[in-house]
């Protein structure tokens, strides 16, 4: 099955900061999502992206579905912004999606 | 708005219970999942459905059990409790036609202890 890589793993930023998260993935994808599962446990989604480049405020992702990855770019950090980044990828129909470990990010105020 | 509810955000229950949570989503979405989330191995599926009365088991069936009678419904079921289904359990959905067809809406999470 599709193999998942997020990197880095952890991640501390200084409130003001930019960041990118980086999410491989072992074979071609129909379907690639970005989540942010915030300190509750709630998985939000910020970008559903199996090809091209979004933008929503201060995040952006892009997905070169050729060469099998997606960035999702954060700016201007804020607190706000802690929590564990998922990428969710699947390519039979949606139904077996495959998520990354996840990118833990704390931003220091 | 995709508005996916779950019954509860807490559950303590006791081992041998049978334990229902309940997922509705308000969006007419065909698909509709159940992972469960633990520290170190991520969200994993336990089942889905992609209809009304259809079921497909995911990776960690083994234990559970599903019921889908309607199209917004769809409920996990625990037949008798163990310690190791303490988990965090995550319901999501998501349509199967059109150009964002397959982009899943989870809910808030069941925290579900099982003593």
């Known amino acids: 099955g599709i193999q998942v890589e997020q990197s880095p793993p952890d991640l501390i930023l200084q409130e003001g900061a930019n960041s990118t998260l980086r999410c491989n993935f072992s074979d071609s994808v129909n379907n690639l999502q970005w989540f942010h599962q915030n300190p509750w446990g709630q998985l939000i989604n910020l970008f559903y992206?199996?090809?091209g480049t979004k933008q929503n405020g201060r995040l952006s992702a892009t997905t070169v579905a050729t060469e099998r990855y997606s960035l999702l770019y954060i700016s201007s950090s804020q607190t706000t912004d802690s929590g564990v980044y998922f990428c969710a990828v699947s390519n039979t129909g949606g139904f077996k999606t495959i998520f990354g470990a996840g990118t833990r990010l704390f931003v220091k105020a | 708005d995709v508005k996916v509810t779950q019954s509860s955000r807490y559950l303590v229950k006791r081992t041998g219970e049978k334990v229902f949570l309940e997922c509705v989503q308000d969006m007419d979405h065909e698909n509709m999942f159940w992972y469960r989330q633990d520290p170190g191995l991520g969200l994993r599926l336990i089942y889905f459905s992609y209809d009304v009365k259809m079921k497909e088991k995911g990776d960690i069936p083994e234990g559970y059990s599903v019921s889908r009678e309607k199209k917004e419904r769809f409920s996990l079921i625990l037949e008798s409790a163990s310690t190791n289904q303490t988990s965090m359990y995550l319901c999501?959905?998501?349509?199967?036609?059109?150009?964002?067809?397959?982009?899943?809406?989870f809910g808030p999470g069941t925290r579900l202890t099982v003593l």
């Open positions: 999501a959905s998501s349509k199967r036609t059109g150009w964002d067809r397959n982009e899943q809406f």
């Open positions: 992206i199996p090809s």
